[in-house]
């Protein structure tokens, strides 16, 4: 499989999973960064062996636009509450179908984390945009072209 194909075949299984579980912004946020997290630590270390470099687009987040100015951005929340509510079993089915897509597609590293990245990108965003710790468990908004 191409990698474009390999990316699409992604991105369609994650929209498709997240819309028929409705998955809120913070659950998706958690297992994205699970997952980009492994990833870097394994291509760091074959970087590290071979002596390579990575990209810094796929070694840092990429940016996202500074909440309104007029928000709060004082907002604060029990964290330990927030991670008692998510739904774990929500969370391990899409931390699955990441891994399985992968591995099946056979992606590359540096695919595999450009890939999420994009995903962690628009979460951020919406993490970012978030008026109160209630906006965290709406469901994460896909944008039209998503």
Do not use: C, Y
Request: hydrophobic content about 45%; proline content about 5%.
């Amino acid at each position: 499989m191409s990698e474009s194909d390999a990316m699409v075949t992604l991105q369609e299984r994650m929209v498709n999973l997240i819309g028929q579980l409705t998955m809120p912004v913070v659950e998706v946020a958690l297992v994205l960064q699970h997952h980009i997290h492994g990833m870097m630590v394994s291509l760091t270390e074959h970087a590290t062996l071979t002596g390579g470099e990575i990209n810094p687009k796929v070694a840092n987040v990429w940016p996202i636009v500074s909440p309104d100015d007029s928000i709060d951005s004082q907002i604060s929340f029990d964290v330990e509450k927030v991670l008692k509510i998510v739904d774990q079993d929500r969370m391990d089915i899409l931390s699955t179908l990441i891994r399985v897509t992968l591995i099946e597609t056979e992606m590359n590293l540096i695919e595999g984390i450009l890939a999420l990245r994009s995903w962690e990108q628009l979460v951020r965003q919406q993490l970012a945009d978030a008026n109160g710790p209630g906006q965290l468990f709406s469901p994460i908004d896909l944008p039209e072209e998503w």
